[in-house]
């Protein structure tokens, strides 16, 4: 448990009917399976300074969100910086403010925000077809992506 109390949490983010976009959240159902005991986990489809609620009074948070980069392959598990969070518009919400944007906001506002953040891409290719299953090499990287999510949530090492 981390020293404000509070457990550490698992977000898994994505848009349930976009196809590979859901990836976050499959990855959240599959920690919920492999037992997450001391960690909390939610799945979310919201973004950028909708995510400070979730975050409330966290010291430890993992972000679970599809990526689409070029250069790597469809199922691919990337840890990335907060700092890569701005070129991606995954973490985006309405009127373009990003997940880094928005922990500074909230800083400004005198939320306590996260002391650590991790995010775990999951390289998707297509975030724009409907549909409610994810694609074959995309459903092969949830496992890993999920226990990833938990070690990093409870401070293992990687």
Do not use: Q
């Not at 996260?114 to 775990?120: F, K, Q």
């Not at 549909?131 to 409870?154: F, I, M």
């Amino acid at each position: 448990m981390d020293p404000s109390g509070h457990r550490p949490l698992i977000i898994g983010l994505g848009n349930a009917v976009l196809g590979d976009d859901a990836v976050g959240l499959h990855v959240s159902r599959r920690v919920c399976e492999l037992g997450a005991g001391s960690v909390d986990v939610v799945e979310a489809e919201v973004a950028g300074f909708a995510l400070l609620d979730l975050m409330a009074d966290r010291e430890r948070i993992v972000i679970v969100d599809a990526i689409e980069l070029a250069g790597h392959e469809a199922g691919e598990v990337l840890e990335l910086s907060l700092f890569a969070a701005r070129a991606t518009t995954r973490l985006c919400a309405g009127h373009e403010i990003d997940l880094p944007t928005a922990l500074e906001l909230g800083r400004s506002l005198g939320l306590v925000v996260p002391a650590r953040i991790y995010i775990l891409g999951v390289v998707i290719k297509d975030a724009r077809t409907m549909g409610e299953t994810l694609s074959a090499p995309v459903a092969s990287a949830v496992d890993r992506a999920a226990r990833l999510s938990l070690d990093l949530a409870r401070g293992d090492p990687l």
